[in-house]
């Protein structure tokens, strides 16, 4: 049986990713567009290898496909495609974040995961209206420099409504 990462119920997880008046949290970070994005650890039930992908007829270029993970069907989402970037590149190596959003289960696929990462001095970010700025909660810093926190239950219902015909 493949091994996990265990994050869900972390010590210290995020239950919201920013509110005014906070300073630090401890949050899920991952890679994507070359930049370093993270999101509330309480989302996260686990991160795996990314198993075969299904892809669906006529889906969104965002929404890769489906994968079997423990007898469930999990819909694979490239944040990448839906903010009108190229697709991440994946592999046999490819881990992915398995998050809960409501009643939705998806596989986050990026770069590169980092796993929970401590952010301090968030602060909201810059309006910028476009891409992936359209779902940023907060913008932070760690040990290891910028990190931009997404509001990851607004993503994933936007990629929801993107996904089923009007």
């Given at each position: 049986?493949?091994?996990?990462?265990?994050?869900?119920?972390?010590?210290?997880?995020?239950s919201?990713?920013?509110?005014?008046?906070?300073?630090?949290?401890?949050?899920?970070?991952?890679?994507?567009?070359?930049?370093?994005?993270?999101?509330?650890?309480?989302?996260?039930?686990?991160?795996?290898?990314?198993?075969?992908?299904t892809?669906?007829?006529?889906?969104?270029?965002?929404?890769?496909?489906?994968?079997?993970?423990?007898?469930?069907?999990?819909?694979?989402?490239?944040?990448?495609?839906?903010v009108?970037?190229?697709?991440?590149?994946?592999?046999?190596?490819?881990?992915?974040?398995?998050?809960?959003?409501?009643?939705?289960?998806?596989?986050?696929?990026?770069?590169?995961?980092?796993?929970?990462?401590?952010?301090?001095?968030?602060?909201?970010?810059?309006?910028?209206?476009?891409?992936?700025?359209?779902?940023?909660?907060?913008?932070g810093?760690?040990?290891?420099?910028?990190?931009?926190?997404?509001?990851?239950?607004?993503?994933?219902?936007?990629?929801?409504?993107?996904?089923?015909?009007?």
């Amino acid at each position: 049986m493949e091994s996990s990462d265990e994050v869900a119920g972390a010590p210290g997880a995020a239950s919201e990713p920013f509110r005014d008046g906070v300073a630090d949290a401890c949050l899920f970070g991952l890679r994507i567009m070359g930049g370093r994005y993270a999101f509330a650890a309480s989302l996260v039930m686990e991160v795996v290898r990314l198993g075969p992908i299904t892809r669906l007829p006529a889906a969104p270029s965002f929404l890769r496909g489906v994968f079997t993970h423990r007898g469930e069907v999990v819909p694979v989402l490239d944040i990448a495609s839906l903010v009108g970037k190229a697709p991440i590149v994946t592999g046999p190596s490819t881990r992915t974040a398995i998050v809960r959003s409501g009643p939705w289960h998806v596989a986050i696929v990026a770069d590169a995961v980092d796993g929970l990462v401590d952010v301090a001095n968030l602060e909201p970010p810059l309006a910028d209206g476009g891409g992936i700025s359209a779902f940023l909660a907060a913008v932070g810093r760690d040990s290891q420099g910028s990190i931009a926190v997404i509001d990851l239950p607004r993503l994933i219902e936007a990629a929801r409504k993107r996904s089923v015909p009007a």
